[in-house]
């Protein structure tokens, strides 16, 4: 059954307030999954437009950027509307009290698949109506809320991407670099135009610059290019195709620059407004009753609101934490639990006049955006570089309880190190009371359910295992943390004082000498951005990313240790190599590489393999299965695994025993 619910709206209260929704207007209703039961009953699937308006002068909304320069409605305030999907339970009496928002990566739904093991492709994840598209579903077995809210103008539209409306500056132009890289992440190779993040304030070619280089090291060269409208760029003469893996960089006069920082204001208030019901009174403070119509949540009675941030959804949970707007004000907090899962040290570039929120920088590609800046860790630490002081967290009771997840890669491309050790990388930082921070050993960036080791782009195979088990836990260890006082798993980083932090050199000196393999590469360098449309970073020797050691393997020793590397069956690495000419010894963006154990001895004398092979390290199908049955109850008794997914790893040793590895098959241990 499916409702439509065009225009209906909860019309919220008209006094003054810092900022506020206006109207939450429900554009359909429908059953979600068909009215499939996961143990809370049927759920409801909801979409809606959430308008709100931002006083300018009021400082809750200082930190946000330009906000003063945005047209104003009648009352003086900034106005805008965000999209909307919420799930919730259809009975109320079945709701868990419960409200868990997932931050948008580019407008997608991603929470579903990373965490909960989702087979569906990301245009289904994002429709958001199929059992599915849920996945394992835990939260919908116990009855919790899921939202998720558009918080990026430009995010995708398409495959039901959601964005936010934001008014564009009047009369703001000024210069912008756009980077482009093609058939490496989202351009393809042969793509005949660039797209621009900003329509062209000046059509005149003499006013822009194109340039190319191989590397980032390499000079860059001038390149003829034309305009192809106002949002886009070709090479000269026509028909000439841009070099994949070149690097390509785009400086012009812009315009169209928006508010982007209102994203966060936005989430922060229509959050608010959630936590109350979804109906009554704004959740800027503002008092009075909504009209008559039920609120979205009606009959629910949230008690803890909780956040998931997936890469760039993480970062941006960091910078909203940094800006304040963990603040509700009440006196509250909009978030109790945050878990910021492969978000490293960074933030996002949406609080900045022309602004590229989908950039995320890494050693090749959008190298000099602002992603990285003081300060890197929640707990209090100086900048060697200004002498400043300063702390993620704000000590001013809006905190939330902050897990902080990341794998290999986030060490070796985001300065994931950064999070916990001073920016000079020389000590350990003391754990604050409400954070943790997480490694999922041997896993890489965008290591999920259903991942295989195909190469893409890189030389080596793609590392396939999953952190998903892990995050499941550690949201069920946040929850309880947040809602009974039971503190979660203690931190499971590597640390410079036991010697498991290490610089990138004495990984690169350790590492296996494997046949057809290259040794590491050199960690990415974190340096705040001081100029991002020269491309210039500040002093990059002054901050010092450390990485994780590893054993005689190449498997790393600190962390969360899954079964894949207590027991292993290969080297599992956060980092690979590019595979194309002119880049071979460069990482290969976020990726990992997989270097499964040679099956008997004779397989790895005749390799050259200097690792024990499988055959060496297990004597058996049944010892194989008990070593990797006795890893993964400690995991369960440490609460780093659901006690199903532990049952998982042991079926699946059971299952296959110590078999080789092939890279083309995806983790044997997702469900």
């Known amino acids: 059954m499916k409702r439509a619910v065009t225009a209906a709206a909860v019309l919220l209260a008209a006094a003054p307030a810092a900022a506020r929704l206006t109207a939450f207007e429900v554009t359909a209703e429908e059953r979600f999954a068909d009215g499939q039961d996961f143990g809370a009953g049927p759920y409801l699937r909801i979409a809606a437009t959430a308008r709100g308006e931002l006083d300018p002068a009021d400082p809750r909304n200082a930190p946000i950027a330009d906000l003063a320069l945005a047209p104003r409605n009648q009352r003086g305030w900034v106005e805008y509307a965000t999209e909307v999907v919420i799930l919730r339970p259809a009975d109320p009496a079945r709701a868990d009290?419960?409200?868990?928002?997932?931050?948008?990566?580019?407008?997608?739904?991603?929470?579903?698949?990373?965490?909960?093991?989702?087979?569906?492709?990301?245009?289904?994840?994002?429709?958001?109506?199929?059992?599915?598209?849920?996945?394992?579903?835990?939260?919908?077995?116990?009855?919790?809320?899921?939202?998720?809210?558009?918080?990026?103008?430009?995010?995708?539209?398409?495959?039901?991407?959601?964005?936010?409306?934001?008014?564009?500056?009047?009369?703001?132009?000024?210069?912008?670099?756009?980077?482009?890289?093609?058939?490496?992440?989202?351009?393809?190779?042969?793509?005949?135009?660039?797209?621009?993040?900003?329509?062209?304030?000046?059509?005149?070619?003499?006013?822009?610059?194109?340039?190319?280089?191989?590397?980032?090291?390499?000079?860059?060269?001038?390149?003829?290019?034309?305009?192809?409208?106002?949002?886009?760029?070709?090479?000269?003469?026509?028909?000439?195709?841009?070099?994949?893996?070149?690097?390509?960089?785009?400086?012009?006069?812009?315009?169209?620059?928006?508010?982007?920082?209102?994203?966060?204001?936005?989430?922060?208030?229509?959050?608010?407004?959630?936590?109350?019901?979804?109906?009554?009174?704004?959740?800027?403070?503002?008092?009075?009753?909504?009209?008559?119509?039920?609120?979205?949540?009606?009959?629910?009675?949230?008690?803890?609101?909780?956040?998931?941030?997936?890469?760039?959804?993480?970062?941006?949970?960091?910078?909203?934490?940094?800006?304040?707007?963990?603040?509700?004000?009440?006196?509250?907090?909009?978030?109790?639990?945050?878990?910021?899962?492969?978000?490293?040290?960074?933030?996002?570039?949406?609080?900045?006049?022309?602004?590229?929120?989908?950039?995320?920088?890494?050693?090749?590609?959008?190298?000099?955006?602002?992603?990285?800046?003081?300060?890197?860790?929640?707990?209090?630490?100086?900048?060697?570089?200004?002498?400043?002081?300063?702390?993620?967290?704000?000590?001013?009771?809006?905190?939330?309880?902050?897990?902080?997840?990341?794998?290999?890669?986030?060490?070796?491309?985001?300065?994931?190190?950064?999070?916990?050790?001073d920016p000079a990388g020389l000590r350990d930082l003391p754990e604050l009371p409400n954070t943790r921070h997480y490694l999922v050993a041997g896993t890489r960036h965008g290591g999920r359910f259903g991942a295989t080791g195909a190469r893409g782009n890189c030389r080596h195979a793609n590392n396939p295992h999953s952190a998903s088990p892990v995050l499941r836990a550690l949201l069920a260890a946040l929850e309880d943390w947040v809602e009974t006082g039971r503190p979660p798993p203690p931190s499971r980083v590597p640390r410079i004082a036991d010697a498991t932090l290490v610089p990138a050199e004495r990984v690169q000196q350790r590492f296996p000498r494997l046949p057809g393999a290259l040794p590491p590469p050199s960690v990415t360098p974190a340096a705040a951005v001081a100029d991002w449309v020269a491309g210039r970073r500040d002093a990059e020797e002054a901050w010092h990313p450390l990485v994780p050691a590893i054993d005689a393997d190449g498997n790393e020793l600190a962390g969360i240790r899954l079964p894949d590397i207590a027991v292993p069956r290969a080297t599992y690495a956060g980092w690979n190599l590019y595979a194309a000419a002119g880049l071979q010894g460069e990482p290969c963006d976020r990726e990992g590489s997989l270097f499964p154990f040679a099956a008997d001895a004779a397989a790895r004398r005749a390799a050259g393999d200097p690792r024990p092979s499988l055959a060496e390290r297990y004597p058996g199908r049944a010892a194989y299965a008990a070593a990797v049955r006795v890893a993964a109850e400690l995991l369960v008794a440490e609460r780093l695994l659901l006690p199903e997914d532990g049952a998982a790893y042991a079926l699946a040793a059971e299952r296959e025993g110590p078999a080789p590895l092939r890279p083309v098959e995806a983790d044997p241990h997702g469900r």
């Not at 809320?145 to 009369?171: C, F, H, K, S, Y």
């Not at 003469?237 to 936005?266: D, H, K, N, Q, V």
């Not at 936590?275 to 009174?281: A, S």
């Open 97 to 421: 009290g419960r409200l868990l928002t997932e931050i948008t990566n580019r407008g997608r739904k991603m929470l579903f698949r990373d965490l909960f093991d989702s087979p569906e492709a990301q245009p289904a994840l994002n429709a958001a109506r199929s059992a599915g598209s849920a996945g394992l579903a835990l939260p919908l077995r116990r009855g919790t809320t899921v939202v998720w809210n558009g918080w990026d103008p430009e995010a995708p539209a398409a495959n039901d991407g959601l964005r936010i409306a934001l008014p564009v500056l009047p009369g703001v132009t000024g210069p912008v670099r756009d980077e482009f890289v093609f058939g490496t992440r989202i351009n393809p190779a042969d793509r005949p135009t660039a797209p621009l993040s900003y329509p062209v304030a000046d059509p005149d070619p003499g006013k822009a610059s194109l340039t190319v280089r191989r590397t980032r090291q390499d000079a860059p060269e001038p390149v003829a290019f034309a305009y192809a409208g106002d949002r886009a760029i070709r090479l000269e003469p026509e028909g000439r195709r841009f070099t994949p893996g070149s690097i390509y960089e785009f400086r012009y006069p812009a315009t169209g620059a928006r508010p982007l920082g209102i994203g966060f204001a936005a989430t922060r208030d229509l959050i608010g407004f959630l936590r109350q019901g979804g109906q009554g009174d704004g959740p800027g403070g503002g008092a009075g009753e909504g009209h008559g119509r039920p609120g979205p949540l009606a009959g629910i009675a949230i008690r803890a609101s909780y956040a998931v941030g997936l890469s760039q959804s993480g970062r941006w949970l960091r910078h909203f934490i940094d800006l304040g707007m963990n603040a509700d004000g009440r006196g509250g907090r909009v978030f109790d639990g945050v878990l910021a899962h492969i978000a490293g040290a960074g933030r996002v570039f949406a609080n900045h006049r022309f602004g590229q929120p989908d950039r995320t920088a890494t050693w090749h590609e959008d190298f000099a955006y602002p992603e990285i800046w003081f300060p890197m860790a929640a707990a209090a630490t100086t900048d060697p570089v200004t002498g400043r002081r300063a702390a993620l967290m704000r000590g001013d009771g809006s905190d939330p309880l902050l897990m902080e997840v990341n794998t290999s890669t986030e060490y070796w491309q985001k300065g994931a190190s950064l999070t916990h050790t």
